[in-house]
């Protein structure tokens, strides 16, 4: 099982600076971390954003992620993971646990989700699109059938459970569990043999 | 239910934890697995690098200032620096080439074994820092630390140094950026916890420094009182 090598450190000039900026972080250098913070915030913001659809929430992820990064720092290595895949699991992670805070489970309150799962979630998906070229991840998704493809995004950029996701398609939960479990499965198996190739 | 010896399970939960369909109880399971389970821990890792180029397609979105401003007051902001930062700064030079401070200190690396026995068993310390008081030029703190341990012990070689309803607080200053809290020094000797191994927290950090804090440290993660002490910190072998 060999670990992907998409978006490693030294092929990405981008990833080998903020790999630097991170090292510099570990011996506790604020500077870098202005710098680090300069060079990836927007990207990160976007994202909590999107899962948690509302700006002060996202604002207090992105505080509480940013403090962990810099807490965390001297644990990164880089060997194991490109610095935007860290921070961004990060992110990632700590906008899932603060959606499950019980009172947050109705966060849909403009129905901009509702909107989005409709109209097939069209920012990343089209982006996705446009992306293939640059990501193999990106292609192996465009490489699924189309209802998995649309449960992994909308679980991956905004952040659905399997219920959620099973609401929002109007589909059984059973139904979007398989979706999901398959989609994973090709995604897997297409991005090796990308790699093989 | 464990995953550890159902590889199909394994991976179906660390895809799902990743891409964040698993939720619940369910994910916090997965989550202790992780700590004893390295092979599902790589996993889970290698499925967040696998997904984590997808992120690269959301929209770009100018976070608000404040959040930067909030990331800052957590961390001890640089507005505490100003002062106490600035007259470090200005002598920290000194701090590395004064040649009355390393004599100081090899000194007391010369006395140290024969006076007391060494504060981390078995393992000869890497980094020594030895702080004076500035007044009298004496030795009155010293650090030390192996270079893989994340333990620095810390000896006030005077006891008479600490004061009664305060704290004094230990600091790295590195050779870039703002200074580190190591912790308090509130008895004759601790044992404080790095951050990380020495190498990694000690080893760009040229000085180490003594402020006189309210009892339990800075409130705002940066020096708000004097420095009292200050001196070298190097690794010598």
Known sequence: MAPPTQETVSADPQAAQLAALLAACANRDRAAFGRLYQASSAKLYGVALRILRREDWAEEVLQECYVSVWTHAPDYRPGLAAPMTWMTSI???????????????VADE??????????????????????????????????????????????????????????????????VKTWVRRGLLKLKSCLELQEQA | MNCKNKPELRERLAAEYALGTLRGRARDRLRRWMREDAALARAVGEWEARLAPLAQEVEPVRAPARIWREVE??????????????????????????SGAMAALL???????????????????????????????????????????????????????????????????????????????????????????????????????????????????????????????????
């Open chain 1, 110 to 175: 403009d129905g901009a989700l509702t909107e989005a799962a409709e109209s097939d979630s069209p920012g990343p998906l089209e982006a996705l699109e446009r992306a293939k070229d640059r990501h193999a991840v990106a292609r192996c998704l465009a490489g699924l059938e189309a209802r998995q493809r649309q449960a992994i995004a909308l679980a991956f950029y905004d952040g659905l459970s399997h219920a959620e996701l099973a609401s929002h398609m109007r589909e059984p939960l059973g139904t």
């Open chain 2, 73 to 98: 007051a957590r961390l001890g902001s640089g507005a505490a620096r100003s002062g106490w930062w600035d007259r470090v700064a200005f002598w920290r030079p000194l701090g590395i080439l004064a």
């Open chain 2, 107 to 237: 000194a007391v690396v010369a006395l140290l074994p024969a006076a007391r026995p060494p504060p981390v068993e078995s393992m000869p310390a890497a980094y020594i820092a030895v702080l004076s008081d500035p007044r009298t030029q004496r030795p009155v703190v010293v650090a030390t630390a192996a270079r893989r341990d994340t333990r620095l012990a810390v000896r006030a070689l005077d006891p008479a140094i600490l004061v009664a309803g305060k704290s004094l607080e230990l600091w790295a200053v590195p050779r870039q950026g703002g200074p580190v809290s190591l912790g308090m020094l509130d008895a004759e000797q601790a044992t404080l916890t790095l951050a990380g191994s020495a190498d990694r927290t000690l080893g760009d950090v040229p000085l180490l420094a003594v402020s006189l804090e309210p009892r339990g440290g800075s409130r705002t993660g940066a020096p708000t009182g004097p420095v009292l002490y200050s001196g070298p910190c190097v690794k010598y072998w």
């Open chain 1, 91 to 105: 992110v990632r992670n700590r906008c899932l646990d603060w959606l499950r805070r019980p009172r947050l489970e």
